[in-house]
């Protein structure tokens, strides 16, 4: 399997890097397996930056290695992908025991509906119903150096 990070720079040496922003599955190494997706992160980071080239670094992994990794997956939007992405986008102390969490991303439109869900405008059971039609790309948190380990780059290219 092939998955992409998108980013303003090469990213040669991968490592978990705690982050201050709230982010879908908490701290990690994000990949998804669609380029589009990768393309619109390392356009996003670099704007945000103000600093380097939007770059898509693409990875190897053997789907075999996951067996040996602790691994928590949502197929899509659902009610406990939802309360496990608003716990990490609400709370910086939330954490889990994961290796490496794979859901659909939270989206800028998503985003919107998850932030009117935690300010009490919407049920979870509305706040699914807006989110399962948005055809959300999918994600994969890369959450501990056992999990990063099993990653060989494979390709970088610059846009």
């Not at 982010?23 to 945000?48: E, H, I, N, P």
């Not at 790309?137 to 970088?156: C, G, N």
């Amino acid at each position: 399997m092939i998955l992409y990070h998108g980013s303003n720079i090469e990213v040669k040496n991968l490592q978990i890097i705690k982050s201050r922003k709230l982010l879908d599955f908490g701290a990690g190494f994000y990949l998804t397996s669609d380029y589009g997706q990768a393309r619109k992160w390392a356009v996003r980071t670099t704007d945000r930056r103000r600093e380097g080239n939007p770059v898509i670094s693409a990875y190897h992994v053997n789907s075999k290695d996951f067996e040996s990794l602790s691994l928590l997956a949502f197929d899509q939007a659902s009610k406990e992908w939802l309360r496990y992405v608003s716990a990490y986008r609400t709370d910086k102390s939330a954490s889990d025991s994961y290796d490496i969490v794979i859901g659909p991303v939270a989206n800028d439109q998503a985003i919107r509906t998850i932030n009117d869900f935690l300010k009490g405008r919407f049920t979870e059971d509305i706040a699914i119903r807006l989110l399962l039609p948005q055809n959300l790309k999918d994600q994969y948190a890369f959450k501990t150096e056992k999990a990063i380990s099993i990653l060989e780059l494979v390709e970088v290219k610059y846009l």
